[in-house]
């Protein structure tokens, strides 16, 4: 693995399924397309028997847990074979149980007094979320001088059209994005579709 999430791939895939069955071909055709870094989010039940899947299942994926939310979560994600922690924000009790775990992990910020008080705990990678929401590429580009030791991966909103610009900043390292997961794709177990995106994807950089 790279020795950082950011440095896999310019986009990880945020992956929420309802039936673990699809995880296998969903992360091959992922990983054919280039991009092996996969978010799969603990939103639905079928989550961690996902992530175990793709673990057992799909050795060139590196995969993680997403939505990590709790001390509980981190646990189950390690037993379930994930390889990296993201969280849509923070607190230091399940900073500390994220940084227990000893994956890598991504908290999620969204403030610049976020951003300041994860440097002070030493940690420098973080998730940028809700991406679009919280000011996109105009607030990270304003970020990157004041506090240039902070790297991101923006989530939430982001598209084909507006990755580029995310991914051209000095302190953004990938994106995180769904739009390689069509939902009627995913229904109709179109995997080669799902491919030809990520391939898409894969280019953007």
């Given at each position: 693995?790279?020795?950082?999430?950011?440095?896999?791939?310019?986009v990880?895939?945020v992956?929420?399924?309802?039936?673990?069955?699809?995880?296998?071909?969903l992360?091959?055709?992922?990983?054919?397309?280039?991009l092996p870094?996969?978010?799969?989010?603990l939103?639905?039940?079928?989550a961690?028997?996902?992530?175990?899947?793709i673990?057992?299942?799909?050795?060139?994926?590196?995969?993680?847990?997403?939505?990590?939310?709790?001390?509980?979560?981190?646990?189950?994600?390690?037993?379930?074979?994930?390889?990296?922690?993201?969280s849509?924000?923070?607190?230091?009790?399940?900073?500390?149980?994220?940084?227990g775990?000893?994956?890598p992990?991504l908290?999620?910020?969204?403030?610049?007094?976020?951003?300041v008080?994860l440097?002070?705990r030493?940690?420098?990678?973080m998730k940028?979320?809700?991406?679009?929401?919280?000011?996109g590429v105009p607030?990270?580009?304003?970020?990157?001088?004041p506090l240039?030791?902070?790297?991101?991966?923006?989530?939430?909103?982001?598209?084909?059209a507006?990755?580029?610009?995310?991914?051209?900043l000095?302190?953004v390292?990938?994106?995180g994005?769904?739009?390689?997961?069509?939902?009627?794709?995913?229904?109709?177990?179109?995997?080669?579709?799902?491919e030809?995106?990520?391939r898409e994807a894969?280019?953007?950089?």
């Amino acid at each position: 693995m790279a020795s950082s999430v950011l440095d896999l791939a310019p986009v990880v895939p945020v992956v929420v399924l309802d039936d673990a069955s699809d995880a296998v071909p969903l992360a091959r055709a992922l990983v054919a397309g280039g991009l092996p870094a996969i978010e799969v989010t603990l939103r639905t039940p079928a989550a961690l028997d996902a992530i175990r899947a793709i673990a057992d299942g799909v050795p060139d994926a590196v995969v993680g847990a997403g939505t990590v939310l709790s001390p509980a979560h981190v646990a189950d994600s390690v037993a379930a074979g994930a390889r990296f922690l993201v969280s849509p924000g923070w607190t230091d009790t399940l900073l500390e149980a994220m940084r227990g775990s000893g994956l890598p992990f991504l908290p999620g910020v969204s403030t610049t007094s976020e951003v300041v008080a994860l440097l002070e705990r030493g940690v420098t990678e973080m998730k940028f979320f809700p991406a679009e929401a919280a000011g996109g590429v105009p607030y990270l580009k304003s970020l990157s001088a004041p506090l240039p030791r902070a790297r991101f991966c923006p989530t939430g909103g982001i598209s084909p059209a507006s990755a580029p610009a995310y991914l051209a900043l000095p302190n953004v390292g990938c994106v995180g994005g769904t739009w390689m997961l069509p939902a009627d794709a995913l229904r109709d177990g179109d995997w080669g579709r799902v491919e030809a995106l990520a391939r898409e994807a894969a280019a953007l950089r």
